[in-house]
């Protein structure tokens, strides 16, 4: 089946210590996503890509960091620099045109502080 | 500026009473795509409606319909007898053509109490 795959489920973060989320696609997408969800908000756009090799900040880059070296993989690594890194992390993919087609959302990366 | 208003941020409701969310759009784009998703309480997000800015039809879809109207920048989502398997938070989601980005609006959460 074709999807997105977030992993881990849970993840615990001891302090000073960057923490890296895994997103996989086979949908053969070629844009890429990565969103931020505190309890009760909306979610905040943290860094996307459109295509390989290449990515944009969001609203709220600041202490995070991502890479996109294959089509089908999009990691965020929440560094030490983040200090408030509990939240649920949401990864989604979009083919890049035409604009009308819809996010595909993986089922999220619950992140807590030790 | 492209913004997405869900100004009810949760909605309390009985089990078989129709409920209507409101979403309120911004842009200045003459093509744009305008999104509803579910997000149950296990976290994922799931795709539901896509609408194009030149296409103003209605659609329903069994207890689901979908009210655009461009003249009121509005994309309002109705329940008709809800059901407790409903109770999720819904968001709205605005694309304009040629971007990569998707405004989220905040989200309504809905309760469908037995």
């Known amino acids: 089946d074709g999807g997105i795959t977030q992993s881990p489920k849970y993840l615990f973060r001891k302090e000073g210590q960057n923490v890296t989320l895994s997103c996989e696609q086979n949908?053969?997408?070629?844009?890429m996503y990565w969103y931020r969800q505190d309890p009760g908000q909306g979610l905040r756009l943290i860094y996307y890509s459109q295509i390989v090799n290449d990515f944009q900040k969001g609203d709220i880059a600041e202490g995070y960091s991502v890479s996109r070296e294959k089509k089908e993989s999009f990691p965020l690594t929440v560094t030490s620099a983040q200090k408030n890194p509990t939240a649920f992390y949401l990864c989604?993919?979009?083919?890049?045109?035409?604009?009308?087609?819809?996010?595909?959302f993986g089922d999220g990366t619950r992140l807590s502080i030790l | 500026a492209q913004k997405v208003t869900q100004a009810q941020t949760e909605i309390s409701v009985v089990e078989k009473e129709d409920v209507t969310l409101d979403c309120v759009y911004e842009t200045r784009d003459t093509t744009y795509y305008l999104f509803w998703y579910k997000q149950p309480p296990s976290g994922e997000l799931v795709f539901l409606i896509r609408r194009n800015s030149f296409d103003e039809q209605n659609e329903i879809s069994g207890r689901y319909s979908w009210n655009f109207q461009k003249s009121t920048s509005s994309f309002n989502f109705t329940i008709t007898a809800s059901q407790v398997v409903d109770s999720a938070v819904y968001f709205c989601a605005l694309r304009t053509s040629g971007t990569y980005k998707y405004i989220f609006g905040t989200g309504t959460r809905l309760k469908v109490l037995a």
């Open positions: 989604a993919s979009s083919w890049g045109a035409p604009s009308n087609q819809p996010q595909h």
């Open positions: 949908l053969n997408h070629d844009a």
